[in-house]
């Protein structure tokens, strides 16, 4: 039913709008669009004031309908336009300027919470553009007193209103309802608007923000708090940076995410250098001093890491470099500052003036492939007249040539990466184009080689994943961006190696036995190539040097010649033989796909993993990937309900079920624990093949996630490796091991374990014997001799009489096993074992609101949301539960 507004049809003569919108109504209900194109080209005709009665029309139709992205008014102004070709005298300048700004008006009224399709005509229809901007703003406010945030942004981009209008109320809702796409439409284009959400956005990555405080100044604004999770320093710092460098600003702006950024990737370095032990002292030092850089702070967070991955001789000679003020050095570390003598007070690098042997060590030349040429044959590029001597013998017809390229590493703290050193191979002979040389980079005659070699169709150039070689040469050479370079005779030898890869080849060993060839090698990329097909891999040691660095180590000139011969070596093999790579004789006929759009690479993905949940676990080389649940029903493993496939194994209990869990899934093992699964976690500070170690002598299934999965999975038996995704949360992750091994935990596995400490035994202490116990620790502060009273001695001693009267202790896990307390030292807090008890883990608090309670009521809600009825806790007669440590 329509509702007619009071507008009075001018002309007598003239048709009615209202008469004609429900003429026009009858067809689009039947979706009878001809028959309404008809009567609508007829009707307008008729209207002696089109453009008002139009507003008329569109005033007494309904808004937007729910499942409905076409609306009725939309059709209506569709055919108006389709109407007013065909009558070019209806238009706005043939009407008074009065008259005309009414309408305007009324127009834009309608603007609100309209589809962008509707707007687009409204506006092109009643030139709303030529509106006063000051009407145009506060129309914009109006729309969002309503909450149309979205639409207000929209629209004021279509009306280029973006100057008129406070950024910050514009785009702070959109942020916060998770809309930041329309927050960058509405800024795009406005450099001032660009920098000021940019850095709007690093404010928010404080570790003090409180986003509650913002929502605060929009009270119409309604927000979700489960909706709130992307406003975290994490995230938004990935969406800084993305801005910075899609409005190429200056990353100055944005200190806060910057910092962040930095130490985040100290925080990697550190895992790398001590770790991993993957980094040699001398790029590690290099990439500490550009990422600390001269931010105080993390000046001083990289002592305190110092302390804790290197003891404090490294981190006194780092603060002794910093100048870190006493009253911030940690503790213990003044005193070995002051101990420390003159020649050790500061750090020793190596120097590349030093004359390194070319050749390295006989172990180093029997594991890695090594140069084949000569020291004296390989040439600094610097300057034009080398540059001269590169092109006669590089650019000539029918030749070949290895190219790679090296830049410095930045860790995320800026986006584009600028190439350093070009590497230029052909026969015995490795030219080096030496980017950092002043003056060199920039000159014409150097851009204007590089483009002849990459458009020289008569020269081939090898690679591997040359497209990110190219987008750091646009990175480096803007000249690029402006006429691009013309990319002729390439052949990249990362397609050549997924078709081998994809030909699954029985390739034989020739490199030694330590070192894994095909499907269970743990190496990657190019390195893995050239041991499939040279018969060692590449050092990969100097890959993350500082490239920038004037002179180079030998080591890193080492590494760079042999990463652009070892693709001439590798053509030369391949093209010898290239039917037992599986290869056609022609490898330049082997070319990459053309780039796939992003949509169709987000199609692809989100159809991947639906085969991936159809078909459940499925093995990847030699271990297995865990697929997610498929459904809510899988969840249920969770709360010992039966799968609804049958499974290939037996139904395991918890207990069974031994793990180690890599150091980045310790949450994970914390939560198996809590079903009763053993579970040894490693510490931040363990090597990941001591996961290796201890599950070949304890018979263990090793749990991990990322790289180290690579080089675990090859030193354990077939299936005992388990990779696991790092983003999902600890229950997630849970679910899938769980589903995996077939294992049925039951409410009696809840807290059969600890989360601390792994033991599956308990103990009773009664008041008395903890509070004693706690003072002597110092976790309890000592309290005057009239603290206890009469009543709560007597109460102690009926705690004694209760536990020795007891025939059964009182349990909140019947899975669990009990300790006698008479073993328990009270002095050392120690077992006959040795074990050590933690008294510290709950102090003294009223029995009814025990750390255990409240952990088991955390349970309880998350074993509730699984639908798994938990077991009781009994927290009475002043006794609380303790678990021994092993």
């Known amino acids: 039913m329509w509702t007619d507004m009071n507008h009075t049809t001018p002309g007598s003569a003239g048709l009615d709008p209202a008469v004609l919108r429900d003429q026009l109504f009858e067809p689009w209900n039947r979706r009878d669009l001809q028959t309404l194109h008809l009567l609508a080209i007829q009707g307008f005709s008729k209207l002696s004031e089109p453009l008002e009665a139009l507003l008329t029309i569109l005033e007494g139709c309904p808004g937007k309908q729910k499942g409905r992205s076409h609306l009725f008014g939309h059709q209506i102004l569709v055919e108006f336009q389709k109407w007013m070709k065909e009558h070019p005298q209806v238009t706005l300048s043939a009407i008074s300027e009065q008259q005309a700004a009414s309408l305007q008006r009324r127009a834009l009224s309608l603007l609100t919470d309209s589809q962008p399709s509707f707007a687009d005509t409204l506006i092109d229809i009643y030139h709303l553009s030529s509106l006063d901007p000051a009407t145009l703003k506060l129309h914009i406010i109006r729309m969002q007193s309503l909450n149309c945030y979205k639409e207000a942004a929209a629209l004021s981009v279509k009306l280029n209103l973006q100057k008129e209008l406070n950024m910050e109320e514009m785009c702070v809702p959109l942020i916060l309802q998770n809309k930041l796409a329309s927050a960058e439409c509405f800024v795009t284009g406005h450099k001032h608007l660009e920098q000021q959400l940019v850095t709007l956005l690093d404010s928010w990555c404080h570790p003090n923000f ?33 801005l910075v460098e899609k409005f190429n600003i200056d990353p100055g702006l944005c200190p806060r995410a910057l910092h962040k950024r930095r130490l985040d990737s100290l925080r990697f370095l550190m895992y790398k250098r001590f770790v991993e032990k993957g980094m040699t002292e001398d790029n590690w030092c290099d990439h500490v001093q550009y990422v600390v850089a001269d931010d105080p702070e993390l000046q001083i967070v990289l002592v305190e ?189 990362l397609n050549v190696h997924k078709k081998i890869q ?18 269970d090698s743990a190496e990657k990329g190019l390195s893995l190539l050239v041991q499939q097909v040279l018969g060692k891999p590449l050092d990969k040691t100097e890959q993350m040097s500082n490239w920038e660095k004037r002179p180079l180590r030998i080591s890193q000139v080492r590494y760079a010649v042999a990463d652009a011969c070892c693709l001439l070596d590798v053509y030369s093999v391949l093209s010898r033989n290239p039917a037992y790579f599986g290869l056609p004789a022609d490898l330049c006929s082997v070319s990459s796909k ?193 603290d206890y009273t009469h009543q709560q001695e007597e109460e102690d001693l009926s705690d004694i009489v209760t536990l020795s009267m007891t025939p059964e202790l009182p349990r909140y896990a019947p899975q669990c096993q009990w300790a ?63 678990r021994r440590r092993r």
């Open 210 to 242: 409180s986003v509650e405080h913002v929502i605060k100044k929009f009270p119409r604004l309604s927000v979700a708090k489960q909706s709130m999770g992307h406003i975290q320093a994490k995230l938004l710092t990935k969406q800084v940076f993305r």
């Open 305 to 493: 890491m110092l302390v804790k991955y290197d003891g404090l001789k490294k981190a006194s000679q780092w603060s002794l470099r910093y100048n870190i003020p006493r009253h911030r050095l940690p503790i213990g570390l003044w005193d070995t500052q002051q101990s420390l003598p003159p020649e050790l007070q500061q750090i020793h690098l190596t120097d590349p003036a030093q004359a390194e042997k070319w050749i390295p060590s006989q172990s180093h030349c029997e594991r890695f492939y090594q140069v084949p040429i000569t020291k004296d044959k390989v040439h600094f590029v610097d300057s034009q007249d080398a540059l001269q001597r590169c092109r006669n013998i590089v650019l000539k017809e029918g030749g070949v040539v290895g190219v790679d390229m090296e830049w410095q590493p930045t860790f995320g703290c800026i986006s584009t990466q600028r190439v350093a050193l070009i590497q230029i191979a052909v026969c015995e002979q490795v030219f080096l184009l030496d980017l950092c040389a002043s003056g060199f980079c920039q000159h014409p005659d150097t851009i204007s080689f590089i483009r002849s070699l990459f458009s020289q169709r008569n020269v081939l150039k090898l690679g591997y994943g040359m497209s990110g070689d190219v987008k750091c040469l646009v990175a480096t050479w803007q000249q690029f961006l402006e006429e691009p370079l013309k990319m002729e005779g390439m052949l990249d030898l």
């Open 502 to 519: 994809h030909a699954k080849v029985k390739l034989t060993q020739n490199g030694p036995k330590e070192v894994l060839v095909g499907e």
């Open 594 to 786: 053309p780039p796939e759009k992003s949509g169709d690479k987000r199609h692809k993905e989100r159809q991947f993993k639906q085969t991936k949940q159809r078909h459940g676990a499925e093995e990847c080389q030699g271990a297995q990937w865990v697929s997610p649940p498929r459904s809510e029903a899988e969840k249920g493993l969770l709360c010992g309900e039966k799968p609804q496939e049958p499974q290939n194994t037996p139904p395991l209990p918890p207990q069974q079920l031994r793990v180690v869990c890599d150091n980045m899934l310790q949450g994970l093992g914390r939560y198996l624990r809590c079903l009763g699964v053993d579970v040894v976690m490693l510490e931040n500070t363990d090597d990941h093949r001591e996961a290796a170690r201890l599950a070949q002598a304890e018979g263990r299934v090793i749990l991990t996630c990322g790289q180290p999965f690579q080089s675990l999975r090859s030193q354990v038996g077939e299936g005992c490796c388990l990779s696991l995704d790092c983003s999902e949360k600890a229950k997630d992750q849970a679910v899938r091991v769980l589903r995996h091994f077939n294992v049925h935990p039951t409410p009696r596995d809840i807290f059969s374990r600890c989360q601390a400490c792994n033991s599956d035994e308990y103990v009773a202490v009664p008041r008395k014997y903890m509070v004693r116990m706690l003072k002597e620790k110092g976790f309890l502060q000592h309290q005057g001799d009239d």
């Open 820 to 882: 006698s307390l008479s073993g328990l030292d009270p002095d050392t807090l120690t077992f006959p074992g040795g074990a050590h008890a933690a008294p510290h883990c709950s102090p003294r608090p009223p029995a009814e609101d025990t750390p255990l309670l409240r952990l088991h009521q955390m349970w309880q809600g998350v074993l509730g949301r699984l639908s798994l009825r938990p077991c009781p806790v009994h927290v009475s007669g002043g006794l609380t539960r303790y």
